[in-house]
């Protein structure tokens, strides 16, 4: 259900300064924030996060679809603007025993995340972004990964989160 555009380039910092409201320049990179955008009228279009992958590379997440718009915005700016959204698979683990479950899956490091920190892990060859972010107010995560690698990123968190209660829910 998450929509999610990468959006990379010299001029990325600039360019999201100009569609999101808060000030990117204070975004590190391996720092997530909540965030929204507007039209040229100030009428806000949508919120979401923005994660800063590297000093000119983030990936933008909403729950609708915005890729005109954000295209529309990019003229003039050194950014190349893609949907992931199909080619990047998005799962949220929430709740009170999502770290136990992180922890049990492997994913060493996770503990030393703060809300709104991000790092890379490996995974099956490949690596899955995990944040320390979420949609419940609990502890939570969100991670992500090569659409290929996610049927058994899904496999890993089920099965160590069996002892924790894991349960699917949602889409």
Not at 13 to 25: G, I
Not at 129 to 139: A, K
């Amino acid at each position: 259900p998450i929509t999610k555009y990468c959006i990379g380039g010299s001029d990325a910092e600039a360019f999201c300064n100009k569609v999101t409201v808060r000030d990117v320049a204070k975004l590190k990179p391996g720092r997530v924030h909540y965030t929204a955008w507007c039209d040229d009228e100030g009428l806000v279009l949508d919120d979401g996060t923005l994660f800063r992958l590297s000093r000119t590379r983030f990936r933008l997440c909403s729950q609708e679809r915005h890729l005109p718009w954000l295209l529309d915005s990019a003229i003039g700016f050194d950014v190349a603007v893609e949907e992931e959204t199909e080619v990047v698979a998005g799962l949220a683990l929430q709740g009170p025993t999502s770290f136990a479950t992180l922890r049990a899956a492997g994913f060493a490091g996770a503990e030393r995340l703060k809300v709104f920190d991000l790092a890379e892990f490996p995974h099956e060859g490949g690596m899955v972004t995990i944040s320390r972010t979420g949609f419940t107010g609990d502890l939570g995560y969100e991670l992500f990964v090569a659409r290929d690698l996610a049927l058994s990123l899904w496999d890993r968190l089920t099965n160590a989160g069996e002892l924790h209660g894991l349960r699917a829910i949602g889409y």
